[in-house]
């Protein structure tokens, strides 16, 4: 019998939370704004941090045993649930936050289990049936940011580098231009020329404006433009554009995923066992088959050496546009939550159960480290 368990996913604009259980799934969804700088833009950073771990603790009933597995978007040390920063959250990074040192310590009675938002949402993917036999998946989340994480899936091992972190692909530098001119646009991050500067959601507004600026009569004919004169938000009017064909907003899909696919290549180039690569977020998941046609089409283009010519399926094959919630970060935290409460009480080095949909996740490395507890990561 599993034990009571609370899942919590906290987004930039959104806390959300349920109860789960493998058996029965999201039970008793609940939502309210995150508290962040937007809800409170008068309160200090440590006001923020402390709203925070309130309202972390304030969604968790007490019971007996309870379990809180929560998915956390923001840069996290993976070995010890520190958090680097959050710049939705809390602003330009500041010093670290023990952020699950804090949330033990005001209820002691939870049994809680933290993890990075993208490891959330890909423990959640590689559950799913027929990936049983996959060896490694990258999943990358396109949205605000851009972050992906490798899952060796025969040991549910999500590896980290030295501060605890892996897959900032959003601040990898980029190359990207438009209408064959480059294009230098700086990051949130605040440096000139990284992937998330021209491929996340705010860098697609940036292109979209570089466009507008260099083939001024053309946008105001195009299809994208006659979409936001008649009402249509952005995302709306990019997409019906692209459904139509229409050459700018081809020409802009084709530049702002140039960056992400040079990074998909480069991971299928150096790491051959990765069998699935699964592109989620609000961005890919928006634009689904224009936005995985995209991609193809760059990897077609310049693909990988030798392979692209001589088994040019092989690639096209490993490309997944996630539905709409096939990569919840609330389903992955129950996941690392139950395999991490189960590694507690069984103690180290024992086999890792089975997680729903079958297969072996979230044990080994990420619950090995350390306290189970310490499954966590990085994204910003
Ligand atoms: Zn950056």
């Not at 500041?94 to 952020?99: E, N, V």
């Not at 959003?170 to 998330?196: F, N, Q, W």
């Not at 050496?305 to 088994?311: G, I």
Request: aromatic fraction near 4%; charge should be neutral.
């Amino acid at each position: 019998m599993n034990p009571p368990t609370v899942v919590i996913d906290v987004g930039g604009t959104h806390l959300r939370w349920a109860r789960w259980s493998p058996e029965e799934g999201l039970t008793e969804r609940s939502v309210r704004p995150a508290p962040g700088r937007r809800q409170h833009p008068q309160a200090t950073v440590t006001q923020l941090r402390a709203l925070m771990v309130r309202a972390l603790s304030d969604a968790v009933p007490a019971e007996p045993g309870v379990v809180a597995g929560v998915s956390f978007g923001a840069a996290l040390d993976h070995r010890t649930g520190v958090v680097y920063g959050s710049a939705p959250l809390w602003g330009p990074a500041g010093s670290p936050f023990d952020l699950l040192g804090a949330v033990r310590e005001v209820r002691p009675d939870v049994d809680w289990h933290l993890v990075n938002d993208v490891t959330a949402a890909l423990f959640h993917f590689a559950s799913a049936p027929g990936r049983e036999h996959h060896r490694k998946v990258l999943l990358a989340t396109v949205s605000t940011g851009i972050a992906c994480r490798v899952m060796d899936r025969r040991t549910g091992a999500v590896p980290v580098d030295g501060c605890g972190l892996q897959g900032e692909i959003g601040h990898l530098p980029a190359t990207a231009a438009l209408l064959g001119r480059s294009v230098e646009l700086g990051c949130d991050c605040g440096v000139l020329g990284h992937v998330a500067a021209y491929s996340s959601g705010p860098g697609i507004a940036r292109m979209t404006e570089v466009l507008r600026q260099r083939a001024p009569r053309e946008w105001q004919n195009g299809a994208v433009q006659a979409g936001l004169r008649a009402g249509q938000p952005f995302e709306s009017a990019f997409r019906t554009a692209l459904d139509s064909a229409d050459p700018l907003a081809r020409e802009l899909l084709s530049s702002v995923t140039s960056p992400v696919a040079d990074v998909l290549r480069t991971a299928l180039c150096l790491d051959p066992e990765i069998d699935e690569i699964a592109l989620t977020g609000g961005v890919a998941v928006g634009l689904g088959a224009h936005y995985r046609n995209a991609i193809l089409a760059h990897l077609e283009r310049r693909g990988l050496y030798l392979t692209s010519d001589r088994s040019p399926q092989w690639v096209a094959d490993r490309i997944t546009v996630c539905a709409s919630g096939e990569a919840d970060g609330l389903v992955g935290a129950g996941i690392a939550a139950t395999t991490g409460a189960a590694a507690t009480a069984r103690g180290k080095g024992t086999p890792a159960p089975e997680a729903p949909g079958g297969g072996v996740l979230g044990d080994q490395a990420p619950v090995r480290q350390g306290r189970s507890h310490e499954i966590g990561e990085v994204y910003v």
